[in-house]
């Protein structure tokens, strides 16, 4: 599952998203992760090679991006 929120309204909204997370092999030593973890999805505008990028959160840490064509 992924949670948003909406900065407006300051209320979470709960979505379930499949996809890969590209980036994730540069965590392994200290993430393994499993299928239907709950992780956060969450824009990153000063991302200097993608400034639509979508980062992927597990405990405030960045383990990866959401790919572009999703």
Same mark, same amino acid.
């Given at each position: 599952? @992924?949670?948003? /929120? #909406?900065?407006?309204?300051?209320? /979470? @909204? *709960?979505?379930?998203?499949?996809?890969?997370?590209?980036?994730?092999?540069?965590?392994?030593? *200290?993430?393994? &992760?499993? !299928?239907?973890? %709950?992780?956060?999805?969450?824009?990153?505008?000063? #991302?200097?090679?993608?400034?639509?990028? *979508?980062? *992927?959160?597990?405990?405030?840490? !960045?383990? %990866?991006? !959401? &790919?572009? #064509? !999703?």
């Amino acid at each position: 599952m @992924a949670s948003q /929120t #909406n900065k407006r309204t300051c209320k /979470t @909204a *709960v979505r379930e998203l499949i996809s890969f997370i590209h980036g994730y092999h540069a965590y392994m030593e *200290v993430w393994t &992760p499993y !299928i239907r973890e %709950g992780l956060l999805i969450k824009r990153d505008p000063d #991302n200097i090679k993608d400034g639509s990028a *979508v980062c *992927v959160l597990k405990d405030g840490e !960045i383990f %990866g991006q !959401i &790919p572009f #064509n !999703i």
